[in-house]
């Protein structure tokens, strides 16, 4: 079964740095796309950052500069570097797995809180 679970978060000052990790299971990791998801408080999920199979990156605006999505497809776990966190950055992050094969259908892990204190 698709497993994907999420670690790293935490509570941490105002530019500071936090690592995500996700942890995936279930499926050829190395030729589906990956992506870390955020939800804030009466917000609606929004994408943070995306990594393809071939390691192509996309970013939010919101974030460009100050986060650096990962893979390491040897051990099936996606990352996401978080630097100059700002309190804006408070949310829940969750890992998607976008699998195409043998039909579309996206995975989720239950989130990691980040919480960034000003």
């Known amino acids: 079964q698709v497993q994907l679970v999420e670690s790293g978060g935490g509570l941490v000052q105002a530019g500071g740095s936090l690592r995500l990790s996700c942890a995936a299971s279930?499926?050829?990791?190395?030729?589906?796309?990956m992506a870390w998801y955020r939800q804030a408080p009466g917000k609606q999920r929004e994408s943070v950052a995306t990594?393809?199979?071939?390691?192509?990156?996309i970013y939010a605006d919101s974030v460009k500069g100050r986060f650096t999505i990962s893979r390491d497809n040897e051990k099936n776990t996606v990352y996401l570097q978080m630097n100059s966190l700002k309190p804006e950055d408070t949310a829940v992050y969750s890992c998607?797995?976008?699998?195409?094969?043998?039909?579309?259908?996206?995975?989720w892990g239950q989130g990691t809180q980040v919480t960034v204190s000003s």
């Open positions: 998607n797995a976008e699998i195409r094969y043998p039909a579309p259908y996206d995975y």
């Open positions: 279930g499926f050829i990791f190395s030729l589906n796309t």
């Open positions: 990594i393809t199979s071939s390691s192509r990156t």
